[in-house]
Every structure is written in structure tokens, then in C-alpha cells.
């Protein structure tokens, strides 16, 4: 059978179309004048074909310089980026993942108070602090240089704050653990920490498991964190408690649920369960082992 399309399908494809040219157009154009000598450009009209100076442009600004920038090769340009780029990553990692960790594991007075401090800067934008940095540099001595550049970027509050939510994921009895078997905060940061925060504890799906405590009925005085329904096959009551055979699922699975609170339910209506993701275990489903992970309701 032929489909036949619509006037709306060829039209969104033309106004798709007339967007990339829209948008390909001065790349294009770029292109074609990187390939021409500065005469030929300077004529009207532009051309829209390559030239065959492309080769010979490429090397006078690499390293040469061109226009204002002649005593500045573009690849020495590229250099100082490179080095600019990598000083602020590292430095940003190095300052921020240290000052998370003194937030979430040292307990010294006006913890909370420095990390909301930090976590402000973010409301300053870099046109307000453009001027400040500027002094600043000039007053260290540090204008024309890569640390000139670099230092001023260093500092990241939202790396900080990106850190502490890792950290905060890692369970306390890993600390206490530690401590038990000795470690200080430096192997405790180097041996359990960084590991468990640079990758996750295992790839790929995992096994989920939940005490039957742990499960309960969704009549609003809770709101979980997962939802799903089931059907009742039976219903038992047992003076204070209720159970509730329930199938759910596809396979229609069973489930025997114990309830604190009686409803109107019977055999044959659907019922509305749900659980707290503080109250999942996460194992491994290759080795069974289970899973640190800890999980809390922000």
C-alpha cells in the first residue's frame, strides 16, 4: 500500500531545507573566502566557488599571522587556549572536589555558612567581576601570562556543588568502615571516595529489591517515589492488618501485601502500591553482590 503524504509533509521538509541554507550559508562562505587572496575579496561581487589559495592561507595564519594579529601566529593562539583550558580544568576539579569534600566530611564551624557563600557566587555573573579580576591580576603581576588567564577561572562554585551531591550519595558506613580499619581522610579520599565517585558501581542494569514492609498503599498520605498497580485475587482480612494477594504486571506476577488500613477494595479491583527509593537494595546481577548505593528524597 502507498501512502499518500500530505501538503504538511513536503512543506516541513522545505522550510528544514531553506533552514540549512539559511544557516550553512556564511560557513560556506567563510570557506570559499579562506581559499582566495585578499584582493580577489575585496572585489565585488563575492565569489561563491573556492579558489586555490586555501593551502597557502592556512600556513600564513598558522604561522605567520595575518591582518593586526601578523606578530601572532594563530597556532600559537591555539597553543595558549590549550594551555589556558587545561590549567582551569584541572585546577577546577583539584580546588572544587577538595572543598567538597571538607564540607561533607570535616565538621567545623560555619560549614553550612561557607558553603552558601561559595554556592552565591553563582548570582555574579563574569561581566560584574570582569573589572575586580582585572585588579587583581595587574596588582599579582600576573597580566600578560597563561597564569594571568588561568587562576582567575579556577575557582567553581558549581563544581563545588556538583561534588557535594556526589558525596553525599556515598553511604556513612563506608566512613564508618574506614575508620574502622584505620584510614585517615587522605586514603579515605584516594581508595574509597574517588573510586566510587569517578564511575558508577556497576554497567548496565541492576537488580532492584524492597523489604514487603517497605511497600504500601497509595491513599495520599504518602506520595511515593514509584508507582504501580496490581489486581486483587484476594483478600484477607486479620483483625488489625489486611492482606492482599495482588497479581501485577505483564506475567501477572504475585504479590502478598500487608496492610495497616482497611479500604473498600474487593477481589477483581485494581489497587494503586508504591514504595520510597531510600528503601531500595541494588544488586549486581552478574555476581549477586549488593550495590553501595544511597539514595535520599532532596
Request: charged share 15%; glycine share 6%; aromatic share 12%.
Amino acid at each position: 500500500m502507498v501512502e499518500k503524504k500530505s501538503v504538511s509533509y513536503y512543506l516541513n521538509h522545505l522550510i528544514i531545507i531553506i533552514g540549512i541554507l539559511v544557516i550553512g550559508f556564511p560557513l560556506w562562505i567563510t570557506f570559499v573566502a579562506a581559499s582566495h587572496d585578499m584582493v580577489r575579496m575585496a572585489r565585488a561581487p563575492l565569489p561563491l566557488w573556492p579558489g586555490n589559495h586555501f593551502f597557502e592561507n592556512m600556513s600564513q595564519a598558522l604561522f605567520h599571522g595575518v591582518g593586526n594579529a601578523r606578530e601572532q601566529p594563530v597556532a600559537i593562539m591555539l597553543f595558549n587556549s590549550l594551555i589556558m583550558a587545561l590549567s582551569i580544568a584541572f585546577g577546577k576539579i583539584l580546588i572544587s572536589i577538595l572543598s567538597a569534600f571538607a564540607i561533607v566530611y570535616f565538621d567545623f564551624r560555619f560549614r553550612m555558612f561557607f558553603f552558601w557563600m561559595i554556592f552565591i557566587t553563582l548570582m555574579l555573573p563574569v561581566e560584574v567581576r570582569i573589572i575586580p579580576t582585572f585588579e587583581v591580576v595587574a596588582n599579582l603581576g600576573m597580566l600578560n601570562t597563561r597564569l594571568g588567564l588561568s587562576v582567575p577561572l579556577i575557582a567553581s562554585a558549581t563544581a563545588t556543588f556538583m561534588f557535594r551531591q556526589v558525596f553525599l550519595t556515598v553511604p556513612d558506613e563506608m566512613l564508618e568502615a574506614a575508620r574502622m580499619d584505620g584510614a585517615g581522610p587522605l586514603r579515605f579520599f584516594k581508595d574509597i571516595l574517588l573510586p566510587l565517585s569517578s564511575e558508577p558501581p556497576v554497567k548496565g542494569p541492576c537488580v532492584c529489591g524492597i523489604r514487603p514492609e517497605h511497600l504500601f498503599v497509595v491513599d495520599g498520605s504518602v506520595s511515593p517515589d514509584v508507582r504501580f498497580s496490581g489486581q486483587i485475587d484476594l483478600k484477607e482480612s486479620l483483625g488489625s492488618d489486611t492482606l492482599y494477594h495482588i497479581q501485577y504486571g505483564p506475567r501477572k506476577q504475585p504479590l502478598i501485601i500487608r496492610s495497616g488500613k482497611h479500604t473498600d477494595l474487593s477481589q477483581g479491583d485494581r489497587m494503586e502500591l508504591g514504595f520510597l527509593w531510600e528503601h531500595c537494595h541494588f544488586f549486581d546481577p552478574d555476581t549477586g553482590n549488593r550495590i553501595a548505593v544511597s539514595i535520599s528524597r532532596t
